[in-house]
């Protein structure tokens, strides 16, 4: 009986030390992914490194810095000395920024974990969009050989924000390594009016 007792308190605890390297409370990780600008509604890419740590049973924090990059064009064709010419009005929004967030396990079984989060950002932009412009073509006994462009700029190229941002966030981790993958959506809004949705592929490493 007493060896039967003392196999079951090895047996338990070597279970018990397998869950706790199954799943350690630290994460270091990378995502990419595809995204949306809702100002102009761009198309890009966002990036992120972050590092969070579990502080209660079920909470995390969670701070990372990332990017977004955006880009589009108002198309714009005309024919000179017989040829087309793309003369499309191409630009570009890009930004980089600081995250935190507060993460709550909605479900976490063995190597599966879903976690939504939500917290501040503070974000620098630089963006070469314009809010109007005008094109003008030739008129008749101008002597212009193409269009005219006429841009209105009303906000800065340049822009420093704050802003809040919410994800949910799927992570499966390969226990052997201590690797994870995930899936992550998200939506963030900053005192700019930009608003940006994102989805990635994440890739971390727990101790």
Known sequence: MKYIFTLFLIATSSLSFCQKKLVPDQ???VAIGTSKHGTGDMAGIVFNTSYSKKFKKNLSWIVGIGGSIHD???PLYYTFNGNEVDGSIRYTTAGLQLN????YDLLKAGNHQF???LGPLLRYQSSSNTEGFGIYYPAPGSGL???VVEFNHRTPQRTYTAGGSAQAGYNYTISKMNLS???DAGLQTDTNGDTITQL???V????
């Not at 935190?100 to 993460?103: H, P, Q, R, S």
């Open 27 to 29: 994460q270091i990780s």
């Open 72 to 74: 589009g064009q108002h």
């Open 100 to 103: 935190a967030y507060l993460g």
């Open 115 to 117: 976690q939504l989060r």
């Open 145 to 147: 050989p193409f269009p």
């Open 181 to 183: 993958i995930g899936l």
């Open 200 to 202: 990635s592929l994440s």
């Open 204 to 207: 971390g490493k727990r101790f």
